[in-house]
């Protein structure tokens, strides 16, 4: 199979261009792709090819327009294989991972194309004679951000809800793993979508938000990605008066009571925890353990740390691949020192596998102080940290000392220990007993600095859509 030959989508056109910035291949350093960098004229063209697409898109049916949007998801299973092995090639996850993603984009987009025949209004009994409808319609052209760690999921989170919904897109897709939007966008082109319905740019991030967002024809901002990032976008925003949908960082916590078998729920928590080498904003990372079980949990965690086996996600038997640059790597190495020299203890873990490709190895610190990075910045990487708690309210104390809120996991088999977490942890995502956090007819999101906002159910669409009330009286 061979990798893509990138191009910017415009208008129902791919449009290639001067300036172009290399795909590197994280497992090996090699280059195996150009990706075209979008100028102010190739976001000029977007922006008039969307007006064109949303003119024709929002008026048609929504039944047509789920339509198109099932066709291609159905188009995206059938090319799963090709798919799947440009994922692997530019993230480096394991191919039976990238399999998952790709089937997984297509569930939501088979969902999403449902649900946006359900958009539905209602009609609000007023005086005598007179008629109030509530009525949804599509929110306009929408700015949005996709990010690399999952590359077909997070743009298909966007693309299908937006499409759905009637609005037209203009989707900047990461520069590391710009595969999986141009696939999608491929998909919907073979399935019928209208040509500037859907916009596909590269580039460079900054100049591109910071042109696009203001422009008056932009009614929505979405992003998935940093914090940080997020918190910028937001304001410039602002500034326009533009809503926004962020889906930003997390860290995790892991409350694990002491009515649970401790060996069980550790081989689950490091299986899950070095999924995409930790590089997933719902990876549980804090681990707090109740007192007596937790030097079994932790003996048990560390072993199965030690035997994942790391290397090129295209070989048999890989559970965990390289990470996304080299970047993430300094980072990971940075935030291991400063655990352990305010006290944690490196049980495994802590460096970079060889000198080629950007691997690192499954770590696992136990004890860590409060003060340290790693307890309030998250990892975004193959770090675990295990800290003991003398009860629930101990766990939920420390779980919510944290900026973050977008995902939590309990364990324990007490119904009242599940009421207090439900009550008391701040997050937007709570798994109890399981590390699965959502499905296609679920919202997704965060609280605190882990944004606002939802993706995915009936909320995700609403985003997308603007609340028109029309009042009127037959007779004047």
Same mark, same amino acid.
């Given at each position: 199979?061979?990798?893509? %030959?990138?191009?910017?989508?415009?208008?129902?056109?791919?449009?290639?261009?001067? %300036?172009?910035?290399?795909?590197?291949?994280?497992? @090996?350093?090699?280059? *195996? !792709?150009?990706?075209?960098? /979008?100028?102010?004229? @190739?976001?000029?063209?977007?922006?008039?090819?969307?007006?064109?697409?949303?003119?024709?898109?929002?008026? #048609?049916?929504?039944?047509?327009?789920?339509?198109?949007?099932?066709?291609?998801?159905?188009?995206?299973?059938?090319?799963?294989?090709?798919?799947?092995?440009?994922?692997?090639?530019?993230?480096?996850?394991?191919?039976?991972?990238?399999?998952?993603?790709?089937?997984?984009?297509?569930?939501?987009?088979?969902? @999403?194309?449902?649900? !946006?025949?359900?958009?539905?209004?209602? *009609?609000?009994?007023?005086?005598?004679?007179?008629?109030?409808?509530?009525?949804?319609?599509?929110?306009?052209?929408?700015?949005?951000?996709?990010?690399?760690?999952?590359?077909?999921?997070?743009?298909?989170?966007?693309?299908?809800?937006?499409?759905?919904?009637? $609005?037209?897109?203009?989707?900047?897709?990461?520069?590391?793993?710009?595969?999986?939007?141009?696939?999608?966008?491929?998909?919907?082109?073979?399935?019928?979508?209208? @040509?500037?319905?859907?916009?596909?740019?590269?580039? +460079?991030?900054?100049?591109?938000?910071?042109?696009?967002?203001?422009?008056?024809?932009?009614?929505?901002?979405?992003?998935?990605?940093?914090?940080?990032?997020?918190?910028?976008?937001?304001?410039?925003?602002?500034?326009?008066?533009?809503?926004?949908?962020?889906?930003? =960082?997390?860290?995790?916590?892991?409350?694990? $009571?002491?009515?649970?078998?401790?060996?069980?729920?550790?081989?689950? !928590?490091?299986?899950?925890?070095?999924?995409?080498? =930790?590089?997933? $904003?719902?990876?549980?990372?804090?681990?707090?353990?109740?007192?007596?079980?937790?030097?079994?949990? /932790?003996?048990?965690?560390?072993?199965?740390?030690?035997?994942?086996?790391?290397?090129?996600?295209?070989? %048999?038997?890989?559970?965990?691949?390289?990470?996304?640059?080299?970047?993430?790597?300094?980072?990971?190495?940075?935030?291991?020192?400063?655990?352990?020299?305010? =006290?944690?203890?490196? $049980?495994?873990?802590?460096?970079?596998? !060889?000198?080629?490709?950007?691997?690192?190895?499954?770590?696992?610190?136990?004890?860590?102080?409060?003060? /340290?990075?790693?307890?309030?910045?998250?990892?975004?990487?193959?770090?675990?940290?295990?800290?003991?708690?003398?009860?629930?309210?101990?766990?939920?104390?420390?779980? +919510?000392?944290?900026?973050? =809120?977008?995902?939590?996991?309990?364990? #324990?088999?007490?119904?009242?220990?599940?009421?207090?977490?439900?009550?008391?942890?701040?997050?937007?995502?709570?798994?109890?007993?399981?590390?699965?956090?959502?499905?296609?007819?679920?919202?997704?999101?965060?609280?605190?600095?882990?944004?606002?906002?939802?993706?995915?159910?009936?909320?995700?669409?609403?985003?997308?859509?603007?609340?028109? +009330?029309?009042?009127?009286?037959?007779?004047?």
């Amino acid at each position: 199979m061979d990798y893509p %030959e990138l191009s910017l989508f415009i208008g129902g056109e791919w449009r290639k261009t001067a %300036e172009t910035i290399p795909v590197i291949n994280p497992a @090996d350093e090699t280059v *195996v !792709g150009a990706l075209p960098v /979008a100028r102010t004229a @190739d976001m000029d063209d977007a922006l008039d090819a969307a007006a064109i697409g949303l003119r024709v898109w929002s008026r #048609t049916v929504p039944r047509e327009r789920s339509a198109i949007i099932k066709r291609a998801a159905r188009l995206m299973q059938d090319r799963i294989d090709q798919i799947a092995y440009s994922n692997t090639l530019e993230v480096g996850k394991p191919l039976g991972q990238s399999r998952y993603e790709v089937s997984r984009g297509g569930d939501i987009m088979e969902w @999403d194309a449902g649900e !946006g025949q359900r958009l539905y209004g209602r *009609v609000i009994p007023g005086s005598t004679g007179l008629r109030n409808t509530m009525l949804r319609q599509p929110i306009g052209t929408v700015a949005g951000f996709s990010t690399w760690n999952f590359p077909v999921a997070t743009a298909v989170r966007k693309i299908s809800a937006a499409l759905s919904a009637g $609005c037209s897109l203009l989707l900047k897709a990461p520069e590391e793993t710009p595969a999986g939007a141009f696939h999608i966008a491929k998909a919907l082109q073979d399935a019928g979508l209208p @040509d500037g319905v859907l916009n596909l740019i590269y580039g +460079n991030p900054a100049e591109i938000s910071g042109y696009l967002i203001p422009q008056e024809q932009i009614r929505l901002v979405a992003f998935t990605g940093s914090t940080e990032v997020g918190r910028h976008l937001t304001k410039l925003a602002a500034e326009h008066m533009k809503p926004v949908v962020m889906e930003l =960082g997390g860290h995790a916590p892991v409350i694990v $009571c002491g009515d649970v078998d401790p060996v069980k729920v550790a081989l689950l !928590g490091a299986t899950r925890k070095y999924r995409n080498s =930790g590089q997933v $904003c719902t990876s549980p990372t804090r681990f707090y353990v109740t007192e007596g079980n937790f030097s079994t949990f /932790a003996d048990e965690f560390v072993a199965k740390a030690k035997a994942t086996t790391v290397g090129n996600g295209f070989a %048999e038997g890989i559970e965990m691949g390289p990470l996304a640059n080299d970047r993430r790597l300094d980072a990971m190495t940075a935030l291991v020192e400063d655990a352990v020299s305010q =006290g944690a203890e490196l $049980c495994t873990g802590g460096r970079r596998i !060889g000198n080629k490709g950007y691997f690192f190895e499954p770590t696992v610190l136990a004890n860590v102080p409060d003060s /340290a990075k790693i307890m309030t910045e998250e990892p975004f990487g193959p770090i675990a940290v295990l800290n003991p708690i003398s009860s629930i309210e101990d766990g939920i104390a420390k779980a +919510n000392h944290s900026p973050f =809120g977008l995902a939590a996991y309990g364990f #324990t088999n007490s119904a009242a220990n599940v009421d207090q977490m439900i009550r008391e942890l701040e997050v937007g995502q709570l798994s109890i007993n399981t590390f699965d956090t959502s499905i296609p007819e679920t919202p997704f999101g965060g609280v605190k600095s882990s944004g606002y906002g939802r993706e995915g159910g009936e909320e995700g669409l609403h985003n997308y859509s603007i609340i028109k +009330n029309v009042s009127y009286h037959p007779v004047i």
